[in-house]
Structures are given as C-alpha cells and as structure tokens.
C-alpha cells in the first residue's frame, strides 16, 4: 500500500481509539494506550499464542505479534462508545483491517472475531498460552465471570488493565478520595456514575483486582497502578499479572 493511500485511509475514520505506528511513518491519531510499558508485557512472545480481549483498532494484537506471538486471536462485542461517541464513529473491524493489513499480518495469523468475553469458550477460540484483557472490566456487568471465562481457556498468563479505585471514587468525593488502604473494594454504577460512561458498571480497587484474579484461577498474581499519585482519572488506572500454576 503506498503511503499517501494509507495516510488517507487513516484519515477517513472519525475516530480512532489507538495511537498505532505503521509502516511508512503514519500513525493512528488515536490516544490510547498512554503508557504502553506500563502494562509490563514481556518483549518476548516467541511461540504464544494470545487472546485480545476488546481489541479495539488492535494496538495490542499488533503488539503480541510485533513481539513473537505464533497468533492472536482478537475479540470485541463493540459495545463501548466511551460514553462519547455515536454509531457512525465506529467501524468495527474496519480500523483494525486497515492496521492488519498495513503491518501485512495474514487473517490466519491474525484473526479478529466479533465475539463477547462471555462466549471466548474453548469450542468457539481454542485454548490460549496469553490473555490481554486490557481497558474492559469495568465495562462488564459480570467481571468475575469474565475472569473464570478466560482462566477456563488460559493455560499461562493474563495481563489485565482497568480502571481503579485507588485514588478516585465517585461516591467518596471525586479525584484524590479513593480507597487507598489494601481494602478489596469494588464499586457499582447503574447509571453513568463513572466518567459519564453507561458502559461503565463496576471499578475495583487494585488489591480487589488481583484477589478477583486470584480468584478465578491464577494462584501468582503482582499488581500495580498506572501512576502512584494520579492528578487525572484518566490515570486512575491499574494492573495485574496473573499466572497459572506450574
Ligand atoms: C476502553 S476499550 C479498551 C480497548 C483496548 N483493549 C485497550 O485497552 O486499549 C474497551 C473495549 O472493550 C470492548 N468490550 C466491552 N465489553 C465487551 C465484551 N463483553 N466483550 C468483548 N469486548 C467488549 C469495547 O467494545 C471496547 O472495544
């Protein structure tokens, strides 16, 4: 693809939720993720094969394989419009075709599937040595059921990111009022109490999340946040490494 075509492909997308580097010098105008090596994902991949959950424009299936993953499976039910958006803003899969495509992944390598993480069973995916499960949980209604829906088809390792409760609560009083002990506290909100966002229903404190991820099958577990003292929700953000039993 030239790169003048692929610039004006970029630019006939409303919206693009990932800041990704293609081939060529172009790069998507996209926000996310804001700190990639944060999410501490091992430079080596070599032979994995991982599963993307709410791939979005696809930064991280891109990543996996940038990385060495032998395939990626990438998964998104395209219920997030971060509260913002309209229907014609988002493309589904169109975004992440281009970026495929640009990077010249085949769809045997990297298969993209319009799939909710309720239904990421073995018959559907096959089993996964990886599991990204970043920027989701809090738009779930059933979190916990996500976790065990993806320990059931994880063999190794899950990275998980979402928002925390750390440093911000909505009920506690905003920024700088969260639950900064080690409680493992998760908060519910029916409405769009959480950034203004429907989608959004519940938010963990990290300690939570980890215990969540321990819970549901990943004995070895490390969490962090994104920034220890965040003067922004938007870095009101936290992690966890889960690993399966030897
Ligand atoms: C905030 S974005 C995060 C995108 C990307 N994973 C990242 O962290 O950069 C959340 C994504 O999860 C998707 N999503 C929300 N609920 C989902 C579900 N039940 N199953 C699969 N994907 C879901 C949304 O459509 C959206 O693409």
Known sequence: MQTIDLQA????????YHRIELPGG???PGWAPLSP????????????RVLDVGAWDGF????????GASQVVAIDDFSDYLGLLENKDRHAWETFDLCRGAFGYSEEVCQRRELSV???T????GRFDVVFFFGTLYHLRYPLL???????????????ETAI?????PYQGGLGNGYSGAQPVMEFYPNNEYGNNETNWWAPSVSCLGLMTIAAGFPDVSVWKLVDQPREIAHCRGFCHGKKAA
């Open 9 to 16: 492909q970029v630019d006939s997308f409303p919206f693009w």
């Open 26 to 28: 172009i790069t998507t």
């Open 37 to 48: 090596e944060a999410y501490r994902i091992p430079e080596d991949l070599t032979g994995k």
């Open 60 to 67: 991280w299936s891109f990543e996996a394989l940038k990385r």
């Open 118 to 120: 309720y239904n990421a």
């Open 122 to 125: 073995e018959d559907e995916l």
């Open 146 to 160: 996500a976790l065990d829906v993806l320990s059931s088809i994880c063999d190794g390792e899950i990275f998980v």
């Open 165 to 169: 409760l750390d440093d911000f609560s």
